[in-house]
């Protein structure tokens, strides 16, 4: 087949990608999932035509939402909660930590899993860790149910639109609260100050408007549109900004993305973010 070009196209932005082959094409109950393979990124994911993910760039996503709350946190995290995060990134992340003793998924969508595991082995591996539980459902119904539980609770969701629509809203962010144990820190997909500014507001009120401590953290990532895409990062502690201890050496070796300074860094916003963001 000829190469061809997949675009997504979102707010007057566009992102495009040179593509190979369409490795497949399904509409699962909630969404259609899209997988190809292109020219010079590895495999590319969309889901109702937004990009989710590529091999090149996936790792800065990935690393950071899992290591901000990680590392933000006073003591070494024992259990985690991931909601949405189907294709496996976050978990594969989070399993480098072999202080987590359970780490549970909430997807709503089964389908975006079985074709992680069936084609996207090197991320959707996050799964195979014993200490992960999938639990599929709604992850704003299934929240509801838990109470001072989790220490770190990160949401890798898809863009209110769509089954993400809930996990953006205030009653969400109350009730994450509500799920965290003491010195629980929670990180949550925030979206480009850049493309949707509005979002990204009104996550940062909800946030402000639950925890003691809440920062955006921008991460740099290629091929969403504009380039980056946002953590925000809160938590009823003194200061989410700061990483609370080292990363060992072992585990540096592993991560291509996240690092005590970036951890610091990535929460110095410029004048136009701060103005979103007050
Ligand atoms: N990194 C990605 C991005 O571009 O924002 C997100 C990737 S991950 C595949 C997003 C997942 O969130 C999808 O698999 C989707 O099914 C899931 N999701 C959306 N709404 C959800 C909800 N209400 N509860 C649980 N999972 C949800």
Redesign the pocket.
């Known amino acids: 087949m000829a190469d061809f070009w997949v675009t997504e196209a979102m707010n007057g932005f566009g992102m495009t990608v040179q593509v190979k082959r369409e490795i497949c094409k399904r509409q699962s109950k909630?969404?259609k999932i899209e997988l190809y393979e292109t020219g010079k990124l590895g495999k590319l994911?969309l889901?109702d035509g937004?990009?989710?993910?590529t091999n090149f760039d996936e790792f800065a996503?990935h690393e950071m939402l899992a290591n901000l709350p990680f590392y933000a946190h006073q003591n070494p995290p024992r259990r985690a909660l991931v909601?949405?995060?189907?294709?496996g990134?976050v978990l594969r992340e989070l399993g480098k930590h072999p202080e987590l003793e359970t780490i549970d998924l909430?997807?709503?969508?089964e389908e975006?899993i079985r074709v992680a595991r069936e084609f996207l082995p090197e991320i959707a591996c996050g799964f195979d860790d014993p200490r992960v539980a999938v639990h599929i459902?709604?992850?704003?119904e299934f929240i509801r149910e838990k109470n001072a539980f989790y220490d770190i609770i990160i949401v890798?969701?898809?863009?209110p639109g769509?089954?993400?629509t809930?996990?953006f809203g205030e009653e969400f962010y109350r009730n994450m609260k509500r799920a965290l144990r003491p010195g629980g820190v929670i990180a949550t997909?925030a979206e480009s100050p850049y493309l949707l500014p509005e979002i990204v507001a009104r996550l940062h009120r909800a946030a402000r408007a639950n925890f003691r401590s809440v920062g955006y953290a921008s991460i740099l990532v290629p091929t969403?549109p504009t380039g980056t895409?946002g953590a925000c990062v809160a938590g009823d502690i003194d200061d989410v900004t700061r990483p609370t201890r080292p990363v060992s050496p072992e585990l540096a070796a592993k991560l291509r993305y996240y690092n005590s300074e970036i951890h610091s860094a990535a929460f110095q916003n410029p004048n136009f973010v701060r103005e979103l963001l007050r």
């Open positions: 909630f969404q994911l889901l937004i990009i989710q993910l996503y909601i949405g995060g189907g294709d990134g909430c997807e709503i969508d975006v459902a709604d992850g704003s890798d969701s898809t863009d769509g089954p993400g809930p996990l997909q969403y895409i």
